[in-house]
RNA sequence: GGAAGCGUGGCAGAGCGGCCGAAUGCACUCGCCUUGAAAGCGAGAGACCCGCAAGGGUUCGGGGGUUCGAAUCCCUCCGCUUCCGCCA
């Protein structure tokens, strides 16, 4: 949520830079509602004000005076009332107006709003020269005996996975593999955090009010809940509506996590196999920073997630999204993609971004400097990363000739085997 | 699910319907002292909103009510604690 100072302030550009995004910013609107909103309180506090004035003379007045202050100050009770009526109203319009505005895309990032319109930033490691046609992640999975898809679908439909075995287990190691990399070497702090949250706590991070329909919704009794899509959202509203010391940031926080998304509007795409499903693991970091210093957290950050491929010796690329194509609440976005011989490209496996003090103003995340001035703190998240489309990698990636899988060395002290054999 | 109790500032903890935004202690900030630190001494400071400012308003779990006036009285909701039941 953005202040609405700033956006009616000429020198923040806010129209060109919502129009990157394609959102049309209503300024007159907003400006209108901000107005009426503020009028209105003025009025309510100065009513307010004369009735404290009149309450407290009342009990020094005579008694001939008296009976005319109290008549007065019953008057006022309705025109507190009135002014308080219309300021509740607007303050309701303001907020709804306000919650509904993106974040302002970087001036850095390209025009654009597909993720054709990315921009290169890096690749790392070298895609494999294959001397035979590369399996798909699903071919190679049942081949291994590790997935089941057939059986998902009939326990709860298309978009979900059983995995098997060895293919258990190594989703198992692989988590743990993350989150000891993330604590002990990147020095974030682990957590084990609800999976059912509030609308409030969906608020706090941007996926309500607008996107609803993109998450499953839980409701027992009158109690409504709802199933987080990304851990990013517990971990940021971990500190909702909280003062934060300057002096005790950056917090750096971790967490796996299963995700649940509705995958509304993707029909037909990415059907097959681990890329696209309604539940998945993932391992979240989130950073919590000083404002100031919110895009030199986001390289720290992208660093993060990449030591992970790097450790594991996956092919990859860093793309900055472009303006148009990154999600609500963010300013800047790196996406990481991984190499799937079996498309012949790379696909998205994190995204690393800075949200800048958007998600902390809705939240409430506060921050206070030594010398007693407050502000918002800013808020980062990546993927560090998703387990299920890092095991497609890592099955794509380090399949061989024979139909065997190569496991990445980093790996084998969780999974205690090396290679994956085809079952006869 | 049943019974009882409790919800005050970062924490602990006072608080007669007006003199309470709220005593006190700890923590905090800034000085002094010290080679440095601790201790000690002194001073300061809650948060949020409107306002260029002066200033004003709100805030004692949330909401509603009584009253000219409520942290203080009433209703209601929420949360927490303890006991019982049930349960992983």
Same mark, same amino acid.
């Given at each position: 949520m953005h202040d609405p100072r700033v956006l009616l302030d000429p020198a923040t550009d806010a129209v060109r830079r919502l129009a990157r995004r394609g959102y049309h910013l209503d300024l007159a609107q907003l400006e209108k509602l901000l107005g009426g909103r503020n009028a209105a309180i003025q009025r %309510?506090?100065?009513?307010? !004000?004369?009735? =404290?004035?009149? !309450?407290? !003379? #009342?009990?020094?007045a005579s008694p001939e005076e008296r009976p005319a202050l109290v008549e *007065? !100050? *019953?008057e /006022? =009770? $309705?025109t507190v009332a009135a002014a308080e009526e219309e300021h509740k109203t607007l303050e309701a319009e303001l907020q709804d107006f306000l919650l509904g505005v993106p974040n302002l895309p970087a001036d850095e990032l390209p025009d654009g709003s597909s993720d054709d319109d990315a921009e290169l930033v890096r690749t790392w490691g070298e895609p494999a020269q294959l001397d035979f046609a590369p399996l798909d992640h699903v071919d190679l999975g049942e081949k291994l005996g590790i997935l089941d898809l057939p059986r998902a679908t009939k326990l709860s439909g298309p978009r979900f996975a059983v995995l098997r075995g060895q293919g258990a287990a190594l989703e198992r190691a692989i988590? *743990? +593999? +993350?989150l @000891? /990399?993330?604590?002990r070497r990147h020095g974030y702090t682990e957590f084990s955090v609800p999976t059912l949250v509030t609308r409030a706590t969906m608020t706090g991070t941007g996926q309500l009010p607008k996107f609803e329909q993109d998450l499953f919704r839980t409701e027992v009794a009158d109690r409504e809940l709802f199933l987080i899509p990304t851990a990013e959202v517990p971990l940021t509203n971990l500190h909702a509506r909280e003062t934060l010391p300057l002096t005790e940031l950056p917090l750096a926080y971790t967490a796996q996590t299963p995700c649940f998304r509705s995958e509304a509007g993707s029909y037909g795409r990415d059907t097959r196999g681990l890329i696209r499903l309604h539940e998945f693991s993932k391992v979240e970091l989130v950073r919590i920073v000083d404002a100031e210093r919110s895009r030199e957290e986001l390289e720290i950050l992208l660093g993060h997630a990449e030591a992970v491929l790097q450790e594991l010796g996956l092919a990859y690329r860093v793309v900055k999204l472009a303006?148009?194509?990154? %999600?609500? $609440?963010?300013e800047f976005t790196y996406d990481i993609e991984v190499w799937l011989p079996s498309q012949g490209r790379y696909r998205e496996i994190s995204s690393v971004s800075d949200f800048g003090t958007f998600q902390a103003r809705r939240a409430g995340i506060r921050t206070r400097a030594k010398d007693g001035s407050r502000g918002f703190a800013a808020t980062l998240n990546g993927s560090g990363l998703p387990v299920g489309r890092t095991l497609v990698?890592? /099955?794509?990636? %380090?399949?061989?000739? @024979? %139909?065997? #899988?190569r496991i990445p060395e980093a790996l084998v002290p969780y999974t205690g085997f090396d290679v994956l054999h085809p079952e006869q």
């Open positions: %309510g506090d100065e009513a307010r !004000a004369e009735s =404290k004035r009149i !309450a407290s !003379a #009342v009990k020094n *007065r !100050a *019953r /006022l =009770k $309705s988590g *743990r +593999f +993350f @000891d /990399l993330h604590t303006a148009g194509d990154i %999600g609500f $609440s963010a990698a890592i /099955l794509e990636q %380090g399949q061989q000739a @024979d %139909g065997s #899988v």
